[in-house]
Nanobody, 115 residues
Framework: QVQLVESGGGLVQAGGSLRLSCATSRTILSSLDMGWYRQSPGKQRELVASITTTGRTTYTDDVKGRFTISRGNPKNTMYLQMTSLKPEDTAVYYC?????????WGQGTQVTVSS
């Protein structure tokens, strides 16, 4: 069983920065890819950034150049460094770990960006 716990969310002014953390109850298996999703009111949950077991990262166009996803060492922590935050980044952010047979979610952490 993989448990994910997000932290680091909060209220920040536009242009500010936040770093989200995702801690696991045990070392993440190498077969699990990691990602950050977000869901804002009235919208579906969307993938924001992902990092594969080999370290390759991808980002949605909306956050390219502003967000950075990374994995800790040991690989039981994942981070999302968010800079130049915009009000449209406001959402509940979820940590995710998955492979072809498993899909784990954290409880989410609220990020609110004020104008």
């Amino acid at each position: 069983q993989v448990q994910l716990v997000e932290s680091g969310g909060g209220l920040v002014q536009a242009g500010g920065s936040l770093r989200l953390s995702c801690a696991t109850s045990r070392t993440i298996l190498s077969s699990l890819d990691m990602g950050w999703y977000r869901q804002s009111p009235g919208k579906q949950r969307e993938l924001v950034a992902s990092i594969t077991t080999t370290g390759r990262t991808t980002y949605t166009d909306d956050v390219k150049g502003r967000f950075t996803i990374s994995r800790g060492n040991p690989k039981n922590t994942m981070y999302l460094q968010m800079t130049s935050l915009k009000p449209e980044d406001t959402a509940v952010y979820y940590c995710n770990a998955k492979n072809s047979a498993q899909n784990y979610w954290g409880q989410g952490t609220q990020v609110t960006v004020s104008s």
